[in-house]
């Protein structure tokens, strides 16, 4: 079998030069392929691709976006004409008819938007039931009336909504009453004559709502129903969503009407959600759930709690209530062999509506799923390990961001955890925050930085809001596939879904738990998405064991980049971190942090207050040895790796003593008095520090501190051996001009020279660089003379990017927002590198430095190193590495991977392209 050509052997699509207005599928038919979305909708063009590949499914016809627009909201003579001929056509296909009630055709009539919008727009289903027409499907149905009756119940309230605005809970309410009254507790439990008592007291709430000529001729029930998908589409709901998702408003919607395939038809009948691998862990093997005796949206409201697809399964869930597999064995091997062709027809990960009607198989509905980070790596692993998709695409398909959120934390076993809720394992991850019952306070919180759990009955559409700005979902009801639990994977939040013993009162801002416990609004709560429990109070977190999928994406990823991945490390846990998520070395050592961490602060105040040279050496004498331990420290688990040491870099004033206490603690150390303290500070004092005595200026105004720190670094480098960094790079930070350089460079030479005589050593003990951090826009245009005293240049985005703006990192947080809103800037570019200004300028000085020293080492340092879409220009520039967070590290490498994959690519189709005349 060939699976990777999967219309090679078909026939060629229809074309067709004019708008389609209509496209038939099933009964042996296709008019449309999953290609069609832009035209038939997303539900539209893959129902049509499932009967294009022979599989099950109701046959129907879908109404085009085209049509859809030309409509405007009205049905007019040729539509109609061209729905009539459909019509006609799925009456022959199915034998039933629209006009004789004896024998009727019921259909559903579904949305069907270009891009997916799950929940967000109106689907009614067995319309065509009239009052009449409820008879003769009883009558069909081996006289089982309460079948019919059951239908009959579902569509009222569907067409009351519709047509007269009322709400579907009057109807919901009244049958709960009855229900009560009769003490029956499952739908299923309804006798025909239940049903018949129900729909008599819709029919009297009609009455009562003036809207007792509901449209009752099949052919008025579908223009209406037609005509309420297309309003839906403009909808609040559809509107607010499509805002959410940046996409277009004016989308629009095809329409698909397809006959009904009833789940609720009799003990072997069902409806149901399959995933074609687990979407929580992209295990293998099908993941759903199913409801007997039910239709289409009961499964995802989470009204009812829904049962597992298999008996394996069930067992491992400990449940009773039989699997499909025991129920209706027949289906379930079908369903099983359509999720294999499916997914190696489309190439993808599948989620599939379907419903069995008296043992038969029926597909609804297919569509990519919705994954959680850990499923998306692990199903493109192994898709590419079975040969369905290449590498290449495998590392493709990884949104490199995702990595990241993967590699976050969970509960620390090790923890005592106390229990507040237990549901289903509907999302993985762990998350801790403040208990919230609405969607607004999930907001209110996130907008002030403060994370939440936002506890929910169920989750409708509305609280989609919510879900984005909470941390973690916490539901009382609903499945697997209930919209918390699908939104929340999708976006690699933890969630807990069906936590039924919860009571939750949202007015009140409580929930009741067994036991009579309460969680208030405000309090601490954690949410273990993983193990399926909400526990009392901030629980530690700690990383996830690391994946095997991910070991294996990682591993194609490193064979594909062509740039080097370090990390910015200031502490040895860090480099340790650093070692196991992949870099290759240290791109950036703060120094001043890795030395001068608390302990040191006074000896180093000392040295920044010491009224000369003679009483700083002084001062930093008594850091050497310190110094030399921590940086050995810090080297040692990066042996034979390149590590990068920034000498000091930021303004003094932000180590000066500014309490009481640390002016008497640093002049008692330097015996002085405390009023000469405060002077010497006050001496210091700069209108802007940020741009006075910082960086290399402190290395010229002040050179017995650089000499310290490059001392330290030499001894740790010659202490440690063959253990070294090999090679240890110093970087000076903060240059504007050549002779910076040269001053620096001879002063560090001759410390190195004097060490290695101190310690009898040769030149080549020492395997040492040193270079420029260019974050200056001067040391970028003056690259060329400063490349001539460089062995490195390393860019360091964030300054420059500080500079190149002369905005302030530190103070632009405040008006950012304002800023962007008012369309002054489209992105905040300390977060979104600036390709065009930043870039344009980083690439000036990789060609004028490369232009005097060709061989010479860039890298890329800061905040922009692990973002991808910078990651993929400074590939396209032809730095030789970037350098990030540990935890980003992978984020790095997969977006360094994909960054070759692309611009190899790009160079095929360019060599392919015919030269322009
Ligand atoms: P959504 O876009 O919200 O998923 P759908 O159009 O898929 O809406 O329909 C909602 C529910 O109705 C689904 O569960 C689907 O399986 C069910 N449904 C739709 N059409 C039919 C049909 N012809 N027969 C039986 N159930 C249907
Ligand atoms: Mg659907
Ligand atoms: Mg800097």
Known sequence: MTINSPSSSRPPLPRSS????????????????????????????????????????????VISLEAGRAAKGEIGPALEAGIEAALGWLEEATGLSFSDATRPLLVSVRSSPPISMPGMMDTLLNVGLTREATAGLAMRAGGNLAFALDCRRRLLPALAEIAFDIEPDLFEEALDELKEERDLREDSELSAGDWAEALERFERILEEEEAANLPDSPREQLALAIKSVWASAEGARARAWRSLHKLPQDMGAAVVVQAMAFGNLGPDSATGVVFTRDPSTGAPGLFGEYLPQAQGEEVVSGLRTPRPLSKSAREALGG????????????????????????????????????????????????????????????????ASEGLISRDEALLRVAPALLERLLHPGVDPSARRETAARGLAASPGAAVGEAVFTAAEAEALARSGRPSILIRAETSPEDIRGIYAADGVLTARGGMTSHAAVIARGLGKPCVCGAGEMRIFENEGLARLPGGRIIRRGDPLTLDGTAGEALFGAMPLIPPPQEEAFERIMGWADARR????????????EAEQALKFGAEGIGLCRSEQALFSTGRLTPLRETILASDPHERRAALEKLGAAQRADLEALFRPMAGLPVALRLMDPPLHEFLPKTPEEMAETAASLGVSAEAVAARAADLAEFNPMLGRRGCRIGVLYPEIYEAQARAAFEAALDLGPLAPK??????????????????????????RRVLDEWGAPPEAL???????????????????????????????????????????????????????????SADPFH??????????????VARGRARKP??????????????????????????????SPYRAPVARLAAAQAAIRSDRAADRAKEAPPES
Not at 347 to 376: I, N
Not at 564 to 573: K, S
Not at 770 to 794: H, K, N, Q, V, Y
Not at 855 to 881: K, Q, T
């Open 18 to 61: 004019r708008p389609r207005f209509i496209a038939r599928f099933g009964a042996g038919l296709s008019e449309g392929s999953a290609a069609e979305a832009p035209s038939l909708g997303g539900k539209g063009a893959q129902l049509c691709e499932l009967a294009r590949l022979g599989l099950p499914t109701k046959p129907g016809f």
């Open 320 to 383: 009773r209530a039989p699997s499909l597999e025991e129920v209706a064995p027949g289906a379930y091997a079908d369903l099983a062999a359509a999720c294999r062709k499916l997914e190696a027809e489309r190439l993808d990960v599948q989620d599939v509506e379907f419903t069995v009607e008296s043992g038969e198989l029926f597909l609804l509905q297919t569509r990519p799923a919705q994954r959680t980070p850990r499923a998306a790596l692990r199903i493109a692993a192994d898709l």
């Open 562 to 573: 062509r740039l080097g991945v370090r990390a910015n490390v200031d502490a040895p846990a």
């Open 727 to 752: 090679p240890l790079e110093i970087i000076l930070p903060f240059l504007a001009t050549r002779s910076e350089m040269s001053l620096l460079r001879r002063q560090i030479e001759e410390t190195a």
């Open 767 to 825: 395997d040492w660089r040193l270079g420029a951090m260019i974050e200056t826009p001067r040391a970028a245009l003056r690259a060329e003379d400063l490349a001539e005293d460089c062995d490195f240049f390393t860019f360091g985005t964030n300054d420059l990017t500080q500079m190149t703006f002369g905005l302030s990192r530190d103070d632009a947080g405040r008006f950012m927002r304002d800023y962007i809103a008012a369309g002054a800037l």
């Open 832 to 845: 979104v590198f600036d390709e065009v200004g930043v870039g344009e300028l980083m690439r000036l000085a």
């Open 855 to 884: 061989g010479i080492l860039l890298g890329v340092c800061g905040e922009h190193g692990a973002d991808p879409e910078a990651v993929s220009h400074f590939h396209e520039m032809g730095v030789d590495y970037v350098s990030c």
